[in-house]
Every structure is written in C-alpha cells, then in structure tokens.
C-alpha cells in the first residue's frame, strides 16, 4: 500500500479532534440534530478504521509499529482483549457506583485509571481462570476423540484398530 502507519494514526487523531470538539455540535440533540450526530458517528468510524488499519496491514517486523504491536504489553493485552470487552462497562458502572458519580459526568483521567486498572485485572483474571482452562479442556476433549480406539469382534479374536479424526 506504501502509506505508513504513521498517516493512518495521523488520520486517526485528527478525525478524533474534530469529532470531540464542538465542531459536531451538541450531543442526542434529537431530529433536528441528526446531521451533526451522524457526521460525528461518520468521524469515529474514521477514528477506528485509522487504529486499526495499520495493525490489519501487517507492519514489517523491524518497523518502529511492528516493534510496538509485538512488544510484551500489547501481546498481554491482545491475550486479554476478550476480558476487557467483556468487563468495561461493569467495571465502569461499579466504579460510579463507588465513588456516586453521575454516568459521563467528567473526571475522565481519574476515571480512566482506575475504571482502566480494574478493567485489566478482572480481565486477567478472565482469562487466568476461566478462557485458559476452557481452552485446556477443549484440547483435551478433541485430543481423546483423536485418540479413540475402535474395537471390533472378528472370526480370530478381537482387534483394535485406530479410528481416524471426526471431519
């Protein structure tokens, strides 16, 4: 494609600018808002497309993105990402629950820490007792079906024979 990730992020932030600026106008404003609502729903569309696009592009391996996609962290979370989608929005929720903020009422870096912290650890945790052990018996589930012997009765005695894997 020969565009670098850098543009896209670029794209990205500049998009995201403008989306939380009050250039898109005011927010659930109704019908008579619409336009500005889906111009804004038009510009996080390329927010997303602009983070994700150099990711989905496969970066080469020694560049400064490929560098960072593989580092230790983001291998951490890319093992953690279905806990995060999973936990966010409770983590969120019992955190104003805890400290009786209104929903979306501002204190968005207080908020982002500490909703971010409990996110990740109730995430691990996810994975740490419940996706890996599923995943282990999952293994070890098709690993016996693979391994199953067949027994069969012929005219000189019993046979075992090996049956091979399920389609």
């Known amino acids: 494609m020969g565009a670098s990730a850098g543009s896209f992020l670029l794209v ?3 998009a995201y600018a403008v989306a939380a600026s009050p250039l898109t106008g005011t927010r659930f404003s109704g019908v008579d808002g619409v336009w ?3 111009s804004e729903l038009a510009l ?3 927010v997303a497309a602009g983070l994700v696009t150099p990711a989905a592009l496969l970066p080469a391996e020694g560049s400064p993105y490929g560098r960072f996609l593989s580092s230790r962290v983001m291998r951490f979370l890319g093992r953690v990402s279905y806990g995060v989608f999973l936990w966010q929005f409770v983590a969120l929720y019992l ?6 903020q209104q929903a ?4 968005f870096a207080g908020n982002l820490v500490v909703v971010g912290a409990l996110t990740l650890l109730l995430a691990t945790l996810t994975h740490r007792f419940v996706e890996e ?17 067949k027994t069969t ?6 046979e075992t024979a090996a049956v091979s894997p399920r389609p």
Request: proline letters at 2%; hydrophobic letters at 35%.
């Open 95 to 100: 955190w104003y629950d805890f400290t009786e």
């Open 12 to 14: 990205a932030a500049l």
């Open 133 to 149: 052990p599923a995943r282990r018996l999952a293994r070890l589930v098709t690993s016996s079906r693979k391994g199953t012997r």
């Open 44 to 46: 996080y569309a390329t």
């Open 104 to 107: 979306w009422s501002g204190n």
């Open 36 to 38: 500005a609502d889906l």
């Open 153 to 158: 009765e012929t005219a000189t005695g019993t």
